[in-house]
């Protein structure tokens, strides 16, 4: 039985004057009345009596009367009129997207049961006029509803006097950035100053000396004991885009703008800047204080890892180049691939492997979190997978540099060391942009993103509890990860040192170190 449903409301569910409105409910699963009643009641019956319900298998119908009657129980039980209703909604139990709801709905629509609604089945919003209104508490998140009253949801805004010049408006006007300026005389609003109305007054020849008077207009004003069904009414007009709130009397109380009707969640604390690294068991986060995420052993394997798949690339490499010149090939094919393809087959190994998935959720978690949005599937994915701290970037310095320096291109190496120099000032971020885009870095699965996820939520809930928030150089060197990645590598070296060592020994040959 589905107990989470979200609600998609369009506009027409603001229009008390209906006789009848009808919620449809769609799912895969049989949904109980009782269900649809307790989530539906904080919206619905709140402006009025929810009618008679009737359950046809997987899908309850749902009309709710606006009227603003309610008994104690919290429903009052009334009769269904098929006849006058009209389809304003679709409840959809979670996972159901928006599309999905849609789509649902449409195939539902063409049934002999429905078509008692007649011509409002046709007129059913499009998906992009639908208000995703969600019934399930999320701890982040102030509970919505668009009964809620218009002064509980304003904000604070400044005002200009009558006898203000059109210069102080216009400086106001950019202060704001509310596209509106009200404008006060004896404690009461006489009119506004629209970015509109202010080019309008440029655009006739108007001083900026003059009174604001001469670019002053109608001020579109909403009670606070209005509600937001009352204020996004307006907003659908398309009239204005924001609001005055001013009471019964004229007087300004604030400012309201589509954005103050939306969900509003807490913002925990959050550190300013993140850093991060990739574990073949997850991702691990640090703000230089804390750390989060995968342990110090996935650090430590990381290392290994690294350093087993550069070595791997350089044995590839030494035995192609053995074989080429097996194969009496020119001199310069042969240390061509010797000198070259160890980097080449490490950089393809690196985009194969899972762990450049997993850098990839390290970096769109950090961007999520520096940027302030919630840590959730959907929003990370979205996030980009090149990141402009990510140590790929000081990699692709480094080659470049080398690259330059180090080849007798140019005779001076005095002249080689400045042109490498400019050259890796100028390009490197280009290339490790370029890298991290298209070889460190590929698409994160489901359970990447998660674990990048994991690791953020822990990061954010240990930032907010700890002791230091301004750790000391060897506090953040210990908590980057470096050493411990250092003797992953250390340790794989040594590995590797002893099983050369022990072939050598077992088969008396020499291989190459």
């Not at 850093?275 to 691990?284: L, N």
Request: aromatic residues 6%; charged residues 20%; proline residues 6%.
């Amino acid at each position: 039985m589905a107990t989470s449903l979200t609600l998609w409301l369009p506009g027409s569910f603001l229009d008390e004057g209906l006789a009848c409105v009808r919620l449809l409910v769609v799912g895969a699963k049989p949904v109980s009345t009782e269900a649809i009643e307790r989530q539906i009641l904080r919206v619905a019956g709140s402006k009025g009596r929810v009618g008679a319900v009737d359950v046809w298998g997987n899908r309850a119908h749902l009309a709710a009367y606006p009227d603003r009657k309610r008994n104690g129980s919290g429903l009052e039980r009334g009769s269904d009129n098929r006849e006058r209703c009209e389809v304003i909604a679709i409840i959809v139990p979670l996972p159901y997207s928006q599309t999905e709801a849609k789509a649902r709905f449409a195939g539902l629509a063409t049934r002999s049961s429905f078509r008692s609604c007649g011509e409002n089945l046709r007129r059913f919003p499009s998906v992009s006029t639908l208000v995703p209104l969600s019934a399930t508490h999320r701890p982040n998140e102030v509970t919505f509803s668009l009964s809620a009253p218009a002064g509980a949801l304003m904000r604070p805004s400044a005002s200009i006097a009558p006898e203000d010049s059109l210069d102080r408006a216009a400086a106001e006007l950019r202060r704001s950035g509310n596209g509106m300026i009200p404008v006060v005389g004896g404690e009461r609003v006489l009119g506004v100053v629209t970015e509109h109305s202010l080019g309008l007054a440029l655009a006739n020849g108007v001083e900026i000396s003059e009174p604001l008077t001469r670019a002053m207009v109608e001020a579109p004003t909403i009670r606070p004991y209005a509600t937001a069904a009352d204020a996004l009414r307006q907003f659908a007009d398309g009239t204005s885009t924001t609001l005055l709130v001013v009471d019964d009397q004229q007087r300004l109380m604030g400012l309201l703008s589509p954005s103050d009707l939306y969900p509003r969640r807490r913002t925990p604390p959050r550190p300013a800047m993140v850093g991060g690294m990739a574990t073949p068991f997850g991702v691990y986060l640090t703000n230089g204080a804390i750390g989060a995420g995968a342990s110090g052993l996935g650090l430590v394997l990381t290392g290994a890892l690294l350093f087993a798949l550069l070595n791997g690339a350089q044995i590839a490499a030494y035995g192609l180049a053995v074989w080429l010149d097996h194969l009496e090939q020119p001199v310069w094919l042969v240390n061509g691939i010797y000198t070259f393809s160890p980097i080449l087959i490490f950089l393809i190994a690196m985009r194969l492997i899972p762990l450049s998935g997993t850098h990839a959720a390290e970096h769109q978690v950090v961007h999520a979190i520096e940027r302030g949005e919630e840590l959730r599937p959907e929003i990370v994915k979205r996030m980009p997978r090149v990141h402009p701290r990510c140590g790929t970037n000081l990699a692709a310095a480094m080659a470049i540099f080398t690259t330059i320096t180090f080849t007798p291109w140019i005779e001076s190496s005095e002249l080689r060391t400045v042109v490498a120099a400019f050259a890796t000032l100028l390009f490197w971020k280009r290339v490790g942009s370029f890298m991290q885009l298209f070889i460190t870095t590929k698409p994160a699965n489901d359970r990447q993103i998660k674990s990048g996820i994991k690791a953020g939520q822990e990061l954010l809930d240990r930032y907010a509890t700890s002791k230091v928030s301004v750790p000391s150089v060897p506090v953040r060197i210990l908590r980057s990860g470096m050493l411990h990645v250092m003797a992953g590598s250390l340790l794989c070296s040594g590995i590797l040192w002893l099983a050369f060592e022990a072939l050598e020994k077992f088969y008396d040959i020499k291989l190459p170190h």
